[in-house]
């Protein structure tokens, strides 16, 4: 396991420029909730890690929210035990923020605007199309903020590194990050989860972005001046 001294751990949680990481990382994670219950709206999926969850949830009766806390934890505890540097303040956020932003987007819309689902076909596709777009883009922005990824999105670097490793030759990480996916995706359809077409395009489009949108973010917002 790598070990972080005192500084090295300030560094990270504070690494500059603080202030526009923190506004990077609270808004990805905020668009990411908004999108996850909107998407679920259309019925053809969300990502795999809310499909898991909210299969979870309907099996448990636990909101989704509290589902989305207990499994960060427990993946949260998986990477410590081998390399907690990648974890910060945007893990807190993306374990807080995103399933309670979701449960509170999902209230809203039921008993505010007297939504519960979308019948059109043609609607659930537009929607689908133009959520799918946004929550990918959030959950690039948060993981680029430099103030760390969530457990379940840490875990791919993680496996990547140990898997290059053993092969001797550096994997692609997108390619990991979509077998990662599509791990998750297939234990949400064996507990009746939020799976479907949705979840299928995260699982191919997740790792690309995510490594595509790194550059983008820090040319644009020059995160490392």
Not at 90 to 114: E, K, S
Request: one cysteine or more; charged letters at 15%.
């Amino acid at each position: 396991m790598k070990k972080l001294t005192k500084d090295e751990l300030k560094g990270l949680l504070f690494k500059k420029p603080f202030i526009k990481r923190m506004i990077l990382m609270l808004v990805g994670v905020a668009v990411m909730g908004i999108c996850v219950s909107v998407l679920k709206l259309t019925h053809l999926g969300t990502d795999p890690c809310s499909a898991m969850n909210y299969g979870i949830s309907a099996k448990t009766g636990l909101q989704f929210g509290h589902v989305q806390v207990i499994i960060a934890v427990v993946l949260f505890a998986i990477v410590i035990c081998f390399d907690y540097s990648k974890l910060g303040i945007g893990t807190i956020g993306n374990m807080l923020v995103v399933g309670y932003m979701a449960d509170f987007t999902t209230w809203f819309t039921q008993n505010i605007l007297h939504i519960t689902t979308l019948d059109s076909l043609v609607v659930r596709i537009i929607v689908m199309l133009i959520f799918v777009f946004i929550f990918v883009i959030a959950v690039a922005l948060y993981i680029n903020s430099g103030l760390g990824a969530s457990a379940y999105d840490v875990l791919p670097y993680i496996i990547q590194e140990k898997l290059s490793k053993l092969f001797k030759r550096e994997l692609p990480f997108k390619a990991v990050r979509i077998g990662f996916d599509a791990f998750f995706t297939v234990v949400a359809l064996l507990l009746g989860g939020e799976a479907g077409v949705i979840t299928i395009l995260m699982v191919v489009s997740l790792g690309p972005v995510i490594d595509w949108m790194a550059k983008a973010i820090n040319k644009i917002l020059k995160l490392e001046d």
